[in-house]
């Protein structure tokens, strides 16, 4: 008997919820095939067999959470009895070690115990260490299906008891839904006006339930709230602002996609592809915007590594193009398009949206003016590019009508003072104004 | 139904066993002419003669090895230690010889006799005679070691253990020959076993589990924290070793919070051990941490003010109860 383990899927993963098994118990499966779908704190991910058989038992249900190596399925032959108490690691591990020999290339499988008690996986989804309750009270959750990490708890140091979880269990049916919060912001991309320090907590109580539909946070909208409340609290944003002139970038684009169009493999530029290069661009001779804060120095980064956030609808995320610097227009085109198709299926991995160093958020298309961005932690940057406008101006002691669009920069004041901040600034202008700077 | 003292019910107990069974005998320290330090045996003297009823010398590692001989012959000895601080002259005896003879004769050898002895403090006693030491004793594999708290229990006991054809320590409490309670009429014999626990009051909130003495401040406590709105159940362990662990499970299970009250000093003693005891076989029904009401952590002072210090209150166990018992689920 083969365990099927929740995998770990990037740094920042701690665990991950099942929100469908594609494969029912009983069913065969064969390696490689899709096992279920699961929903980490970024992203929708299918998981796939790692060895053939039989899927014989699901451990985590549907819609249930289970820490990163812990248990969620077996899988093996028909005839094979299953193991005894499926809850305790221990003997989880014993039987999967003893049957070793009869699956080949199949990749140890080191569970990571983290909580053993559950029969059925059910955990915590608390990241912030570790949540105190009484065995009594881990008992019942884990009896009730209940995740316990959004309970309250009332007992000397916080401790959750056993009556915490008798409220739980009255609040809300037996079903892992967590405690439902309204969502305090609209979902838009990485933006508009800062995220608010978190009410939550007071704000669910004060409402009327009359008054508002309660929508339960994602993990997306979880990630996303925390993320950018801890960006906006910590570090000091400052904004520049500048204006360009986009006629000439328009006509380069134009020769650009004449020629694209005919290009074996054919792809469409946009403007935001052109601003990526742009950016890319500037980092490398301004380095010092590429940069993170980490209290006692500066990690400047030797990789330019930009995010383009993308909105989703249930959030957003900032797909990573990697070494942007170093790729030429069209193989940007391509790689953005690629990255924003499989983060709208839910199909993104992991690494193609971690570890950006510079982020551009875009609401060009939505006819806005210019706006202001909340920096993508732990980057040190990122530019908010609004719409382009025909726009008096004056040229030349004459006032005549051009494409003009305001970009701002968001900044970090604990990493970059203002005048890099508009030095860097001043490049990207430069190099959309001029726009044979971004291929020569 | 009739009331009397423990001191009385101890009496009973002898003189029933005596007169029930010519094997039993009683001997210890000033037990004949004087009738024994807290005048347990007064009058048996009178009525059992110098054959029944000796006295002996100061000399508690005699007292032992006479008992343990004389068990060994076929007799049936109570013999009584003036304190429990003294029967430390005796441990070897009772530890070496006495908890371990049927073990290492093969099972032959019964040692049936029984050790009556005091312990406890709060009667000024200073530090060399007011302690209690049944852990000691409870650790040891042969030895049985009860402690009852009422005057029903500690005559039922007291038949039970001069019975019982193993050694027992029967530890009464200083302060506790003259508490009074219900007994039946002298006629009704009983016994009450060895190795059961009660439950003096029964509750839902928490349990405290007690022995000796602080039964009876841990009932008082009860009635405070019912007045709060608090329903504790009061168990009273009355045996030592063997401990009654599936009772203080069962009330485990209803009440998910214990307090163990004892008198005693904390560390590595009989509250620690039933704490561990508990965790083993009830973790997955505690609600609380378990709290541990004791004596202080020192010899017991001389001076009246500070022995009252050093002993463990009834406000100790209420507020030991309090501590765990969320305010939600306090009934007003």
């Not at chain 1, 520049?240 to 530029?269: C, G, H, M, W």
């Amino acid at each position: 008997m083969k365990t099927v383990e929740m995998p770990k899927m990037g740094d920042s993963m701690e665990e991950g919820k099942i929100l469908r098994w594609i494969k029912k118990e009983g069913e065969p499966v064969k390696k490689g095939e899709m096992l279920a779908e699961v929903e980490t704190d970024k992203v929708n991910i299918e998981i796939e067999a790692f060895a053939s058989g039989i899927l014989r038992k699901i451990i985590v249900p549907e819609g249930t959470a289970a820490p990163v190596g812990s248990k969620i399925a077996l899988i093996g032959a028909s005839d094979e009895p299953l193991p005894g108490n499926l809850g305790e690691n221990g003997a989880g591990v014993q039987t999967s070690a003893n049957s070793e020999p009869q699956v080949k290339d199949v990749p140890s499988q080191v569970p990571v115990g983290v909580n053993t008690l559950s029969s059925s996986g059910i955990t915590t989804s608390g990241t912030q260490g570790r949540i105190f309750i009484s065995p009594l009270a881990r008992r019942l959750a884990a009896e009730n299906h209940l995740d316990y990490a959004t309970v309250q708890g009332t007992g000397p140091n916080g401790r959750i008891i056993k009556m915490d979880i008798e409220a739980a269990l009255k609040r809300q049916p037996p079903a892992i839904t967590p405690a439902p919060v309204p969502a305090a912001e609209p979902v838009m991309p990485l933006g508009a006006q800062p995220v608010s320090a978190a009410p939550e907590p007071a704000l669910a109580a004060a409402i009327d339930s009359n008054e508002v539909v309660e929508i339960p946070l994602t993990a997306m909208r979880r990630t996303i709230a925390r993320r950018l409340s801890q960006s906006m609290q910590t570090s000091p944003h400052f904004y520049v602002t500048s204006v360009i002139d986009t006629d000439k970038l328009a006509a380069f684009r134009q020769q650009i996609n004449e020629y694209a169009a005919n290009d074996p493999s054919p792809v469409k530029v946009s403007f935001n592809d052109l601003i990526v290069k742009a950016v890319a661009k500037a980092l490398l001779r301004i380095p010092r915007v590429n940069v993170s804060f980490a209290e006692d120095r500066l990690l400047q980064k030797k990789q330019v590594h930009i995010g383009v956030a993308v909105a989703l609808e249930q959030g957003l995320i900032v797909p990573i193009v990697r070494n942007a610097d170093q790729r030429g227009i069209l193989d940007i085109a391509r790689e953005t398009q690629r990255l924003a198709e499989a983060a709208r299926e839910g199909k993104i991995r992991p690494e193609e949206f971690s570890g950006g160093t510079f982020t551009v958020s875009n609401l060009g298309m939505f006819d806005v003016d210019s706006f202001t961005a909340v920096i993508n932690p732990p980057e040190s940057a990122i530019l908010a590019v609004g719409s382009i406008t025909p726009t008096p101006a004056v040229v030349d002691g004459q006032v005549v009508v051009r494409n003009r669009m305001k970009v701002t920069l968001s900044s970090d004041h604990r990493a970059i003072d203002g005048a890099i901040a508009a030095r860097f600034l001043q490049e990207v202008k430069r190099l959309l104004e001029e726009p044979f700077g971004l291929v020569l | 139904m009739r009331t009397i003292t423990y001191r009385d019910a101890l009496r009973e107990a002898i003189r029933e066993e005596m007169l029930r069974d010519e094997r039993v005998f009683i001997m210890g320290e000033d037990i004949a002419g004087y009738g024994g330090t807290y005048a347990v045996t007064r009058g048996l003297y009178e009525e059992f003669g110098e054959k029944r009823v000796r006295d002996t010398p100061l000399a508690e590692e005699v007292i032992t090895g006479v008992a343990i001989g004389a068990a060994l012959g076929g007799l049936r000895p109570i013999m009584e230690l003036m304190t429990i601080n003294f029967s430390l002259l005796a441990s070897d005896l009772l530890v070496n010889s006495a908890a371990k003879m049927r073990y290492m004769f093969g099972g032959q050898p019964a040692v049936p006799f029984v050790v009556r002895m005091p312990s406890g403090g709060g009667a000024q006693r200073a530090a060399q005679h007011s302690q209690l030491f049944e852990t000691w004793y409870a650790h040891v594999p042969g030895l049985k070691v009860v402690m009852p708290a009422t005057p029903y229990d500690v005559k039922g006991m007291l038949k039970s253990a001069v019975r019982d054809p193993d050694p027992v320590l029967f530890i009464e409490h200083e302060l506790l020959y003259n508490v009074k309670g219900e007994m039946p009429d002298e006629e009704d014999e009983y016994t009450v076993p060895l190795d059961r626990g009660e439950v003096k009051r029964p509750g839902r909130d928490i349990t405290i589990i007690t022995f000796s003495r602080m039964l009876h401040l841990s009932l008082q406590a009860a009635e405070d924290l019912a007045k709060e709105g608090i329903e504790a159940e009061v168990i009273d362990l009355r045996s030592i070793r063997p401990i009654d662990i599936d009772l203080l499970v069962d009330s485990v299970k209803k009440t998910n919070r214990v307090v163990i009250a004892e008198e005693g000093w904390k560390y590595y003693g009989t509250g620690q051990g039933l704490a561990a005891l508990i965790y083993e076989n009830a973790f997955d029904y505690m609600d609380a941490p378990i709290q541990h009401v004791t004596g202080a952590d020192v010899p017991m002072p001389y001076s009246k003010v500070l022995e009252r210090a050093a002993l463990p209150k009834k406000s100790d166990i209420v507020n030991a109860a309090k501590a765990i018992v969320p305010a939600a689920l306090v009934r007003k």
